[in-house]
């Protein structure tokens, strides 16, 4: 029996110098979302506001609930506490039940004795993050990270203490469900369901451990069920826990996006009256640790994938439906995997759950980023606690396939300057080479570890070794132009990006007042604007005005990514993955994300979306590469063609083509097809079947591009409009965007290139009344080659 206790919660500040008591509170959530409901705070995500609420991170705050509780008959009674952040104790009637140092975890502890019948009361205090982590800190000695906060002293969400895309709001609060357990006899202490597939995947097999907790010497009776069939197995006096087997015939196979379906399959556990369900999935995972390759059900698979960070700062807002949309809008966007952050947090059941259904392959890293880290008591007791907690409640999801130790730790300690300041110190290497593999090795050997990311494969080799491994390149965006992406030759690619500003509509909700609308306190990289304009480099004007920085910089970042992921995916099979950083912001920002804060898709999204495409055309090294990720062969007639931009034809050949599935055909491009008589004023398109690209033989500002001249129309549709786009002239990286007149409108594509007599057509979802001239000029419409009024 379980009585939540999410009821009746009031918040109050422990520093006599803030008077702000009994102040109704959420539970779950923190104080910073009770602060903001009650109208004490301003929004921390609008303009400056998040610089004056530092304090909340340095002062201790309690919550306090008053619940009546009846006796249920039951022997024992346990307070479960999901996830309380972070530095907390907990009293129950005035009796002290313990302490907790770790948001990443969950807690149980035996209450049965302290309840009363009626009224009780149960308060839980937290002591200031800041003061743990600085006296941890002081305590232990220096050690390396990229920012002065502490956020490496503290088991807590790292990016809480800011980071380059991020603010900092250091929050506490009991952040996960809590209530209270009453059971007898027996209980269900963890499940961890391990799958596997025979060789020739005719059979599934699955291994079904569960913990059980008792109270006597009597004989537990545990029992699973699976697709139809039942087995049981008893507990006998003096054990904890029971391993059931399940096969299951011809098993139909979960795949991830693009490589097959979905099927997934309840799993019920049962101990005496209490019940265990999950849906697993029949699939087998390996990485080739050299390659770096997935395979899957034994079949190799290209990784499409985005890294993705915590959808706002405040857990408690991240709501499925939230988490839906963003599913939604990584898998329209192509990908097939997800890589879950160190400097993040572990993501609640309903993201696991919607990868699963959807088939995003889930890479987990363990809450470890950027920094080194003490390897000593208590943080050494609290990271394996972690660490089994959370290995074991995963497991059953068949989209997680790596558990990775961490994020840039291992590169930092080799070329960070670490080593001095460290003096001898631990860093987290006996975290990531000792206590977790081990852990992951008894609890769920069915799937890879990783030590982290990047990473060679051997401690003895640089981690940023590209013939090995994985790799993360931040020299492009922090020092060297996009066009250096091709010069990497990696096995796979972890993390890369590059910068764009929100949209506009989240840009203006969240800075109205800055005249430019760029927002310095919502630019977090050191230099980040410098770079923003540095970047264009000689792709692309540099802007006259907001409009222009707006819309270039927008389209910058997306002419970056399609660099290097139509550089990569032409690697294949030598390179088997891209993981950009990054789909997803917590707030409004200019950041990597393809996906801005206020959940709105720039430019980049659209982008990402042609370059994620199964079928790919792309003009990368003086070849034309064929990308084929199906199953199918894909065959016809390649056009090549010259063209001058007032599209004429200059030069004119076809080959016949047949791609096989899961492959790459390069030809290299030589001859009058790439011989221009007037660089600056055509292209080459290449075309097999609705797939075209097109490359430029030189860049914007040194191409004659024509004035742009179209027709423009727009008409009502069901659920707006639709903006149909002629062009007289060659119209470059044509964009519409409609959020500029309704926030809440939302477009179906954007940067398409049309030739002359070639016509578009956008379609804008829209709830208002918008005049059609405004959907058909400047600032809404844009192209490079626009004529400005």
Aim: some cysteine.
């Amino acid at each position: 029996m379980y009585q939540a206790l999410h009821a009746g919660w009031t918040l109050r500040c422990e520093d006599s110098a803030r008077d702000i008591r009994e102040l109704p509170a959420s539970v779950p959530g923190c104080v910073h979302t009770d602060l903001l409901r009650a109208g004490l705070i301003d929004d921390p995500y609008f303009a400056e506001n998040e610089a004056g609420l530092n304090w909340i991170g340095r002062v201790p705050w309690s919550y306090e609930t008053r619940f009546t509780w009846q006796p249920t008959g039951e022997t024992h009674t346990d307070l479960v506490c999901e996830g309380l952040d972070t530095v907390a104790t907990l009293t129950l009637n005035g009796t002290v039940l313990g302490s907790t140092a770790n948001m990443h975890r969950g807690y149980r502890w035996p209450v049965a004795e302290l309840l009363r019948a009626g009224t009780n009361t149960l308060h839980v205090r937290f002591d200031s993050p800041y003061e743990y982590a600085e006296t941890h800190r002081a305590a232990m000695g220096f050690r390396p990270g990229p920012y002065a906060e502490p956020f490496n002293y503290i088991r807590k969400t790292a990016c809480n203490f800011g980071w380059d895309w991020g603010p900092t709001l250091v929050t506490s609060g009991i952040w996960q469900p809590i209530g209270l357990h009453s059971w007898s006899d027996a209980r269900i202490a963890g499940v961890r369901p391990l799958v596997t597939l025979s060789d020739d995947h005719a059979t599934g097999h699955v291994e079904v451990h569960v913990g059980v907790e008792r109270t006597g010497d009597a004989p537990v009776r545990v029992t699973a069920e699976l697709a139809g069939k039942e087995a049981s197995v008893t507990v006998a006096d003096g054990e904890d826990s029971a391993v059931i087997s399940l096969d299951v015939a011809d098993p139909a196979l979960w795949w991830p996006r693009g490589y097959g379906e979905q099927p997934l399959h309840p799993l019920t556990v049962r101990v005496g009256d209490e019940r265990w369900t999950r849906e697993i999935g029949f699939r087998s995972v390996e990485v080739d640790p050299e390659a770096f390759r997935f395979v899957i059900n034994g079949k190799p698979v290209f990784v499409k994938g985005f890294n993705w960070i915590p959808d706002d700062c405040f857990a408690d807002r991240v709501t499925e439906e939230r988490l839906a949309e963003r599913f939604d809008q990584a898998a329209t966007a192509g990908a097939n995997l997800l890589r879950v952050w160190g400097g993040g947090r572990y993501e609640s059941e309903e993201f696991y759950h919607l990868a699963d259904r959807l088939g995003l392959l889930v890479w987990q890293d363990f809450t470890f980023a950027c920094a080194a880290y003490p390897e000593e008591e208590p943080f050494r007791s609290e990271v394996e606690a972690e660490a089994r907690h959370q290995v074991t409640r995963l497991s059953s999801h068949p989209s997680l396939v790596l558990w990775c130790g961490n994020n840039e730790n291992i590169e930092g300690e080799q070329d960070w300057d670490w080593r001095e300041p460290l003096a001898g110190r631990s860093w987290g290497a006996g975290f990531y080479y000792d206590l977790l593999p081990k852990i992951v090795a008894e609890l769920d050997p069915s799937r890879p570890y990783w030590p982290g990311s990047p990473y060679s494969g051997s401690p003895d080799v640089r981690a940023q070794e590209p013939s090995r491994g994985t790799v993360h390149i931040w020299d492009v965006w922090n020092r060297r132009d996009y066009a250096h992406y091709s010069s990497y030759t990696p096995r796979f690619v972890a993390e890369f990006g590059f910068q764009g500003p929100p949209t506009y509509a989240t840009l203006r909700r969240s800075c109205p007042d800055d005249p430019l609308g760029i927002g310095a306190g919502h630019q977090k990289a050191e230099g980040g604007d410098r770079k923003l304009l540095a970047g264009l480099g000689a792709h692309l004007p540099q802007p006259r005005d907001f409009d222009d920085w707006h819309y270039l910089t927008q389209l910058n970042q997306a002419r970056a990514l399609t660099h290097g992921i139509q550089h990569f995916r032409a690697l294949m099979p030598y390179c088997m993955g891209t993981i950009v950083w990054q789909l997803n912001d917590c707030w409004p920002v200019s950041s990597w994300a393809a996906v801005d804060g206020d959940g709105r898709r720039k430019p980049l999204w659209y982008a990402m979306r042609r370059l994620y495409a199964p079928r790919l055309l792309a003009f990368t090294g003086g070849e034309l590469a064929l990308v084929n990720d199906t199953d199918t062969s894909w065959s016809g007639e390649l056009v090549l063609q010259r063209l001058g931009f007032d599209n004429l034809l200059l030069h004119r050949s076809g080959i016949g083509v047949d791609v096989a599935p899961r492959s790459v055909r390069r030809i290299d491009l030589t001859g009058e097809l790439m011989e221009a008589g007037t660089p600056a004023r055509e292209l080459v398109s290449a075309q097999l079947g609705e797939e075209r690209a097109l490359h430029f033989f030189t860049e914007d500002p040194a191409s004659e591009l024509p004035p742009a001249r179209f027709t423009a129309t727009a008409r009502p549709s069901a659920d707006g409009l639709e903006v149909r786009v002629t062009a007289h002239t060659i119209l470059r990286e044509l964009a519409l965007f409609p959020d500029r007149l309704d926030p809440q409108a939302t477009v179906d594509d954007q940067l398409v290139t049309l030739l002359p007599g070639e016509s578009v057509t956008f379609r804008v979802s829209t709830a208002r009344d918008l005049r059609p001239h405004d959907l058909t000029t400047f600032p809404v419409l844009r192209c490079v080659n626009e004529v400005r009024p």
